[in-house]
């Protein structure tokens, strides 16, 4: 987002009764989020209010959305709009629009968990763990889906890049930060770690 206010906004909306201020505050709030493809930070937030927490009118649009089939959600350190699970079926089997479904086969999801846990890691790195070559492929399914891009060069002989995950990754698997993910005991507890 821009890092300065329109000029034509006004934030503060003091010509305005309080309670329809607030509204006003919410309903500024949810356009910003509905527009964004991508989770957007509090304090983009700030620049469409008057001088009030963001905080309480995301708790407050929430509960306005109460019984939608959308809801706030916190991810990627900020905030989305995002259709409730419930109607993750009612989504897929509409047409045109089944094809956002991630589409990850079960070696994919295991490369992306390694990358998640291990990174920035290279491709060897990646080799390393799963015992084969992960690849370009692959890496490349991963990437046009947005989930992971590249980190910095590493530092061995020939500096190969690394690989990432990405705040598609986050708000994806409705993580807000990567202190979210499972840890080794949690996945093993869940028959998904490694034997």
Known sequence: MKDHVEPDLDRELED?????RWREWMRR??????????????EDLA????????????????????GRSFEVA???????????????????AAADVGDQDLDLREFDVAVLAAI????????DGLKDIFGKEISRDLIG???????IGTGPRSPRRGAPYTYVTT???????????????PDREQLDDAGLGAS
């Open 16 to 20: 305005l009764p309080a309670e329809l």
């Open 29 to 42: 709030i949810e356009a910003v989020l509905f527009a964004s493809a991508t989770p957007v930070p509090g």
């Open 47 to 66: 620049r469409v209010v008057g001088n009030v927490s963001v905080d309480l009118l995301i708790e407050d649009l929430a509960a306005d959305l109460e």
């Open 74 to 92: 916190k991810a990627a350190g900020g905030w989305m709009l995002r259709t409730r699970p419930a109607y993750a079926p009612a989504i897929r």
């Open 116 to 123: 998640a846990h291990h990174q920035p890691i290279t491709r």
């Open 141 to 147: 399914r991963l990437q046009v889906r947005g989930l």
């Open 167 to 181: 705040d598609q990754f986050l708000a994806a698997f409705d993580l807000e930060s990567l202190q979210d993910l």
